[in-house]
């Protein structure tokens, strides 16, 4: 079982294979997912400080890129949990001041995952 470490909140397990946005609010922390989950509103961001990952769907890639976030951060409801991780949540419900986090996301990626190495979508 991973290991995932937040940034101030400490360190929790994660289910292998389970969506990193679903893993951080399994850990206690509010973090946002206003679109629920499908890559279009970037509120469920974070920073990697270990263990990112050296793939990334072409829809959170070109979320990233259309909203200048590319190599700035990662979209957590795009990223399995497959390894031990140590992020910093960026938009928590709490310090955005919203009421609620969003619409709950599917325990799957969506949209339908395209799997690329983060050279490939470079090119």
């Known amino acids: 079982m991973p290991t995932l470490n937040i940034e101030g909140r400490g360190a929790c397990d994660a289910a292998a294979g389970q969506r990193l946005v679903l893993a951080i609010e399994g850990c206690g922390v509010d973090i946002g997912h206003r679109c629920g989950g499908?890559?279009?509103c970037t509120t469920c961001r974070?920073?990697?400080?270990d263990g990112e990952p050296e793939?990334?769907?072409?829809?959170?890639?070109e979320k990233l890129k259309d909203r200048d976030l590319l190599g700035e951060?990662?979209?957590s409801c795009q990223i399995l949990v497959t390894q031990d991780m140590t992020v910093e949540p960026l938009m928590r419900v709490t310090t955005m001041g919203w009421a609620d986090p969003g619409p709950p996301p599917q325990p799957t990626v969506t949209p339908d995952p395209e799997w690329l190495s983060k050279d490939a979508l470079d090119a």
């Open 38 to 40: 499908y890559a279009r």
């Open 46 to 49: 974070v920073r990697f400080i």
């Open 55 to 61: 793939t990334m769907t072409r829809a959170e890639y």
């Open 73 to 75: 951060a990662r979209l």
